[in-house]
């Protein structure tokens, strides 16, 4: 009887661990997003982070922005990865972080402009972020 309950305790501590750390994992949810993705829809809870990795060819003036800013999704940062050996013109990935901080829906619409060009965007990125508690 005393074997049982050792074993018993023994599975429920482990359950409670595997729990906490699922619980850690959602609460630290990461998607990233890839250029393929545009026009699709992905699920992220409200605190996970969402990462979009667009190609630029920043020497060419163009650049992605966010147009306009989203609601729900707070951008924390961006940034520019270039590879090594990048040559004049080449491509580099433009990296934008950011962090939901509602539920509910959101259509996150990048544009890939030069930035002192009045003229429509020479492409387009939209994503819709389903966001839950």
Do not use: N
């Not at 982070?49 to 989203?70: F, V």
């Not at 509910?104 to 544009?111: C, K, R, V």
């Amino acid at each position: 009887m005393e074997r049982r309950a050792v074993l018993l305790h023994t599975v429920a501590a482990a359950l409670g661990a595997a729990g906490c750390q699922a619980a850690t994992q959602e609460a630290s949810q990461m998607v990233v997003v890839s250029p393929d993705q545009d026009g699709a829809t992905v699920a992220l809870r409200v605190g996970g982070q969402l990462q979009l990795r667009l190609p630029a060819q920043l020497g060419t003036g163009y650049s992605w922005a966010p147009d306009p800013s989203p609601g729900l999704l707070r951008l924390d940062g961006q940034r520019v990865e270039s590879p090594e050996g990048l040559r004049p013109g080449g491509t580099e990935t433009q990296v934008f972080d950011f962090t939901a901080t509602g539920a509910g829906s959101e259509t996150l619409l990048l544009a890939y402009r030069r930035p002192w060009e009045p003229a429509a965007p020479a492409r387009r990125f939209r994503l819709r972020v389903e966001i839950t508690p």
